[in-house]
């Protein structure tokens, strides 16, 4: 590895001084080396460490002792291992910490300065000069996804600024090399790969700073799921967060969070070969009827924007095209192209420059024998004059294609894709994006009410406390005796429900503490009866602090909202319709506690369930400002009492636009109560 790295930065024609460490030669290359650290000239710089863990640390107090301010580590072996290799990665960096050298790594492929030509890495490398192209940044916790996000953007003709592997970050984070580039002038996108978000707050912090900059970042995060998330820990030695959670939150923060690596990739060329998303919609020019609706199917799956173009550019599209062609969009503009060359790009010209095209995507079919179907010069053109997004495809996937033709098509402007479907998908991780910015208001959590330990003891007092924060629930009262029980029932009136309070009973029906429906005095005193020996039989030991009647609430829309905090991410808020939606369909919303209530109400919308809210077959519109006041209440009741874990209301019932809402149940987690 050591002499790989050697090779490199000879081939890259470092413009530094070079030495290697070996006892057995006296040079690599033409390379002097010597036989240890030690006998190392003063006034290096920068040390790259290829030996066994077990000689790691002494190798760095070697560094330090010749004034090396920086190291890179390959040695695998630490976190990533268990107990033992985390100790000792531990050491390692508070060694460094004490004796200001900075370590990158361990267990990395190294780092690639391709605009100071400094490859300290033992990747198989050459040379790719930026040549003043706008470049892409990459940095990844795993080396091996560096290198193939590096390889497949180099072949795309996308110049790379700097390439990093950050491996187990014992000593320099993810977020310390977004800090140190966040204002680079070579790099405009940023491609980040992360395994796990170990400074997640740090992490967001970074990501404004980039986008204060003026640049854009696109981020893979592997591990959706459980049995990737135990990969992530393996690779890296740290526990992986929560996927959902951290999803949410970066959600609403100014990057584009892919699935893929096809979409990492795609998005990062889209981005760095055009300028950022306008307003507007997307036009699709096609050579194809059927192409054309293939297309529409994919926009209608993505959720993409067709624009509905005015009237002056379908007048100027007739000009061009035949009499048949239907002027629409997705275009099928016929294979009139055929006749002449520059025509496809003059009708793409004419697409770009209607006020309400964002974007337009050049789709025809494969030009294995030269057929001179893409003459982009004209649509390159006008996209550059509007300063809008451009992007092409053909149809066909592996199909030859004649020579030079990637390269040209790439050299006009904009990305290039062997298929539509992956086109499109990556446009529309761009317009989600961009309406997700356009949609944000101001951010912040509201005041809430501080709670204490016996609001928290159970429902009764938990309800009491909701209704001072302005969210309603039911007529009812805590009661201890059948008669108090009885008396409650007559003053709110039948029907009534019946519950179990105990701080140590969370799941009430699960030991039969719940009785509904209750309809008059002799079926008050049954409910009572059996639900004391439903308890006696299935919470025997548990102690009861009373009961709770409860005024019978009226139908409505079941939601479940809820509130978790995070130790890394902090306070997200869940939304999602209950029973069978919420446990089979997994139909839920989570987001941030401090998004405005435009950016909530918009986080409803994608609800599959949404149009319930909205109204279905003759049933009127859901109150849904009331649902957002209820939202905004619980976030600022997470925000004042730091000692809740879980909140959750289940359900809220929700009644028609205007009659407000209730909550039937809900719970408290605290700290305590964990374990």
């Given at each position: 590895?050591?002499?790989?790295?050697?090779?490199?930065?000879?081939?890259?024609?470092?413009?530094?001084?070079?030495?290697?460490?070996?006892?057995?030669?006296?040079?690599?290359?033409?390379?002097?080396?010597?036989?240890?650290?030690?006998?190392?000239?003063?006034?290096?710089?920068?040390?790259?460490?290829?030996?066994?863990?077990?000689?790691?640390?002494?190798?760095?107090?070697?560094?330090?002792?010749?004034?090396?301010?920086?190291?890179?580590?390959?040695?695998?072996?630490?976190?990533?291992?268990?107990?033992?290799?985390?100790?000792?990665?531990?050491?390692?960096?508070?060694?460094?910490?004490?004796?200001?050298?900075?370590?990158?790594?361990?267990?990395?492929?190294?780092?690639?300065?391709?605009?100071?030509?400094?490859?300290?890495?033992?990747?198989?490398?050459?040379?790719?000069?930026?040549?003043?192209?706008?470049?892409?940044?990459?940095?990844?916790?795993?080396?091996?996804?560096?290198?193939?996000?590096?390889?497949?953007?180099?072949?795309?003709?996308?110049?790379?600024?700097?390439?990093?592997?950050?491996?187990?970050?014992?000593?320099?984070?993810?977020?310390?090399?977004?800090?140190?580039?966040?204002?680079?002038?070579?790099?405009?996108?940023?491609?980040?790969?992360?395994?796990?978000?170990?400074?997640?707050?740090?992490?967001?912090?970074?990501?404004?700073?980039?986008?204060d900059a003026g640049k854009t970042i696109v981020l893979l995060h592997p591990g959706r799921g459980v049995a990737?998330?135990?990969?992530?820990?393996?690779?890296?030695?740290?526990?992986?967060?929560?996927?959902?959670?951290?999803?949410?939150?970066?959600?609403?923060?100014?990057?584009?969070?892919?699935?893929?690596?096809?979409?990492?990739?795609?998005?990062?060329?889209?981005?760095?070969?055009?300028?950022?998303?306008?307003?507007?919609?997307?036009?699709?020019?096609?050579?194809?009827?059927?192409?054309?609706?293939?297309?529409?199917?994919?926009?209608?799956?993505?959720?993409?924007?067709?624009?509905?173009?005015?009237?002056?550019?379908?007048?100027?599209?007739?000009?061009?095209?035949?009499?048949?062609?239907?002027?629409?969009?997705?275009?099928?503009?016929?294979?009139?192209?055929?006749?002449?060359?520059?025509?496809?790009?003059?009708?793409?010209?004419?697409?770009?420059?209607?006020?309400?095209?964002?974007?337009?995507?050049?789709?025809?079919?494969?030009?294995?024998?030269?057929?001179?179907?893409?003459?982009?010069?004209?649509?390159?053109?006008?996209?550059?004059?509007?300063?809008?997004?451009?992007?092409?495809?053909?149809?066909?996937?592996?199909?030859?294609?004649?020579?030079?033709?990637?390269?040209?098509?790439?050299?006009?402007?904009?990305?290039?894709?062997?298929?539509?479907?992956?086109?499109?998908?990556?446009?529309?991780?761009?317009?989600?994006?961009?309406?997700?910015?356009?949609?944000?208001?101001?951010?912040?959590?509201?005041?809430?009410?501080?709670?204490?330990?016996?609001?928290?003891?159970?429902?009764?007092?938990?309800?009491?406390?909701?209704?001072?924060?302005?969210?309603?629930?039911?007529?009812?009262?805590?009661?201890?005796?059948?008669?108090?029980?009885?008396?409650?029932?007559?003053?709110?009136?039948?029907?009534?429900?019946?519950?179990?309070?105990?701080?140590?009973?969370?799941?009430?029906?699960?030991?039969?503490?719940?009785?509904?429906?209750?309809?008059?005095?002799?079926?008050?005193?049954?409910?009572?009866?059996?639900?004391?020996?439903?308890?006696?039989?299935?919470?025997?030991?548990?102690?009861?602090?009373?009961?709770?009647?409860?005024?019978?609430?009226?139908?409505?829309?079941?939601?479940?909202?809820?509130?978790?905090?995070?130790?890394?991410?902090?306070?997200?808020?869940?939304?999602?319709?209950?029973?069978?939606?919420?446990?089979?369909?997994?139909?839920?919303?989570?987001?941030?506690?401090?998004?405005?209530?435009?950016?909530?109400?918009?986080?409803?919308?994608?609800?599959?369930?949404?149009?319930?809210?909205?109204?279905?077959?003759?049933?009127?519109?859901?109150?849904?400002?009331?649902?957002?006041?209820?939202?905004?209440?619980?976030?600022?009741?997470?925000?004042?009492?730091?000692?809740?874990?879980?909140?959750?209301?289940?359900?809220?019932?929700?009644?028609?636009?205007?009659?407000?809402?209730?909550?039937?149940?809900?719970?408290?987690?605290?700290?305590?109560?964990?374990?």
């Open positions: 590895m050591a002499e790989r790295t050697l090779m490199n930065l000879i081939r890259f024609g470092f413009p530094g001084t070079l030495y290697g460490v070996s006892k057995s030669r006296t040079d690599v290359a033409g390379v002097p080396c010597v036989p240890t650290i030690s006998d190392l000239p003063l006034g290096i710089e920068t040390a790259v460490l290829s030996v066994p863990r077990e000689g790691v640390e002494a190798a760095i107090a070697a560094c330090v002792d010749r004034g090396i301010k920086a190291a890179v580590i390959y040695s695998a072996g630490f976190a990533e291992e268990g107990d033992e290799g985390k100790a000792d990665q531990e050491r390692i960096a508070e060694f460094a910490r004490r004796n200001d050298i900075t370590l990158a790594g361990p267990n990395c492929l190294g780092l690639i300065n391709y605009v100071d030509n400094v490859p300290l890495s033992f990747g198989p490398l050459k040379p790719e000069p930026l040549e003043g192209r706008p470049a892409v940044a990459i940095i990844s916790q795993s080396g091996a996804m560096m290198a193939n996000a590096m390889i497949s953007l180099h072949a795309r003709g996308v110049a790379v600024s700097y390439a990093v592997s950050t491996g187990n970050e014992g000593s320099v984070s993810i977020v310390d090399y977004m800090d140190a580039l966040a204002r680079d002038p070579h790099t405009k996108v940023f491609c980040i790969c992360a395994e796990l978000i170990r400074q997640s707050q740090q992490f967001i912090a970074a990501i404004r700073a980039i986008s990737a998330r135990e990969a992530a820990m393996s690779h890296t030695g740290a526990l992986a967060g929560d996927y959902d959670v951290m999803s949410a939150i970066l959600a609403h923060e100014p990057l584009h969070h892919v699935e893929t690596m096809e979409e990492f990739i795609d998005v990062a060329e889209l981005l760095v070969r055009n300028e950022p998303l306008s307003t507007g919609g997307l036009a699709i020019l096609t050579d194809s009827g059927a192409a054309k609706a293939l297309m529409l199917d994919y926009c209608e799956k993505l959720g993409l924007p067709l624009t509905k173009c005015t009237s002056e550019t379908d007048a100027r599209l007739h000009k061009l095209l035949p009499p048949f062609a239907s002027i629409s969009n997705p275009l099928d503009v016929t294979a009139i192209i055929l006749r002449d060359d520059a025509l496809l790009g003059e009708i793409a010209s004419v697409m770009i420059a209607d006020p309400g095209v964002a974007a337009s995507l050049i789709s025809v079919m494969p030009d294995p024998v030269g057929y001179p179907l893409f003459k982009t010069e004209g649509a390159a053109a006008a996209a550059t004059k509007e300063g809008k997004t451009l992007a092409y495809a053909v149809v066909g996937g592996e199909a030859a294609l004649s020579d030079g033709f990637e390269e040209a098509v790439r050299s006009a402007k904009g990305s290039f894709n062997r298929s539509p479907e992956r086109a499109l998908r990556a446009l529309s991780i761009l317009f989600q994006r961009r309406d997700q910015a356009q949609q944000a208001g101001a951010r912040g959590v509201p005041v809430g009410g501080v709670l204490t330990a016996d609001d928290l003891a159970y429902e009764a007092s938990l309800k009491a406390a909701l209704s001072r924060l302005g969210i309603v629930v039911p007529e009812g009262s805590f009661v201890r005796t059948v008669e108090e029980a009885r008396q409650t029932a007559e003053r709110i009136g039948y029907p009534v429900v019946l519950k179990v309070q105990s701080s140590a009973i969370q799941h009430k029906t699960e030991v039969g503490g719940v009785k509904v429906g209750i309809a008059d005095s002799d079926a008050l005193a049954v409910a009572w009866t059996t639900m004391g020996e439903s308890l006696a039989a299935r919470a025997a030991g548990l102690p009861i602090d009373g009961y709770l009647v409860e005024k019978m609430g009226r139908s409505g829309i079941e939601l479940v909202v809820g509130a978790k905090r995070d130790p890394d991410w902090g306070v997200t808020m869940m939304v999602g319709l209950g029973g069978v939606w919420l446990e089979v369909m997994r139909d839920r919303r989570l987001f941030p506690s401090d998004l405005g209530r435009a950016s909530i109400r918009a986080e409803l919308e994608k609800l599959k369930a949404a149009p319930m809210l909205h109204g279905t077959r003759g049933q009127p519109g859901c109150d849904i400002d009331s649902l957002i006041d209820v939202v905004m209440a619980l976030a600022g009741l997470m925000e004042a009492n730091t000692q809740i874990r879980e909140f959750e209301i289940n359900p809220l019932v929700l009644y028609p636009e205007g009659l407000g809402h209730a909550a039937l149940d809900a719970l408290a987690i605290v700290e305590a109560d964990e374990g």
